[in-house]
């Protein structure tokens, strides 16, 4: 798709580790323009280089000198809002963005499980996106908020959707293996992770164990049909930088042989539409035969941090098969998958491609 102008765009919560992966993934965009940053009163006011301790990368100058806003509607003035607030104000913030008008995307885990909010990854769910219309009508709002997964259960419903779709997954075993970004910056102390394997992270499982049932649920008359799988997650913090690694024990309606899992892992092109989106990663699922991969340190930096990769599929004696899965949990599973909802939005006509404005009378009938 060509595009004349681009479409201006906010990150909320810039300054934080998804934040700044908003803004690695939103540089030279073809489609959008990062036009705004803003974060807490304690940032607003300075600079981007002044108020972020950048992490990764050079910091594109472009951004560095912008001033950081508050996180208000009157402040930013972007028609697309990408959101990587804390979720202690995450909810209204978000909210507050939606009733003025704006395309909300979000990370955060304050609006994933609400009835009229799309939980979505393009390539499992993206058909999910027809529900904003429903949204706007019953909140009365102008714009509308999509939010994207917890970065374990993208990882989880990524490597499960091919095989639910053909097979039909009924029980899963998650035990995940996740990575110290994904307690954000500071995040994690280093003497309490350093050479150590800490088997909790506060509210993790059950985000793991109820998004799964919405990600891969079937809309049926704008509403999501929870798909009947039983979820049962163990979340541990390891002491790796990026990436989150998942083993999972899956148990089928029809059992697979490990030939026909690998045929349909491979085969997968996900949702009609996702494929050749500029942030999507090609092939939509990376497969491995090597009998130690996927390893975070080797992989994953697949498709520039969009990749999920599986390796080790395999037969199971308590369930049916056994699988490891591992995507970025910073890119994949927050900032670059809330890019590709949007671009998902764009493509698909719902937001206009040089104003940005919602028009989302263009998903319907696409269920
Ligand atoms: P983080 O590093 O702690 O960043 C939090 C951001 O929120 C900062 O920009 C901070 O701004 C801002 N903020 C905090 N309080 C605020 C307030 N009162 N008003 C406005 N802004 C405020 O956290 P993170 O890891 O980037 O996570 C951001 C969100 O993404 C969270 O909801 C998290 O659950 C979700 N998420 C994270 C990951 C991951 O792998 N890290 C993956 C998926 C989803 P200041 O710098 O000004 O304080």
Redesign the pocket.
Known sequence: MTMTARIPVAV??????????FVRQLADHPWFVLAEV???????GKTYRE??RWLEGTLPDDVAGLT?R??TPSAVRAPIVF????????GD?EAAFAQAGRLVLS???NFRMHDDVPLVIPEVNGDHLCMLARQQAVRGWNGAIVT?A??AA?VIASALAPLHAAFGVRQVLAVTMQ?V?????P?VPSLDILGNVIPYIGDEEPKIETELGKLLGQLVDGEIVPAPITVSAHANRVPVEHGHTVCLTIGFERAPTVAEALEVLRAWKGHAGVAGLPSAPSPALEVTDAPDRPQPRRDVQCAGGMGVTIGRVREDALLHLRLVAMAH??VR??AGGSVLNAELLVASGAVHRESGALQLGALAGRQ
């Open positions: 909320l919560g810039a300054t934080g580790a998804v934040g700044q992966a803003a974060a807490s009163e304690r940032s607003a108020a972020t950081v508050t996180c959101s990587a607030l804390d979720s202690g104000v995450a913030v990370n955060a885990k994207n917890n970065c993208t990575a970004s994904g307690a954000g910056y995040g949990n910073v599973g927050a």
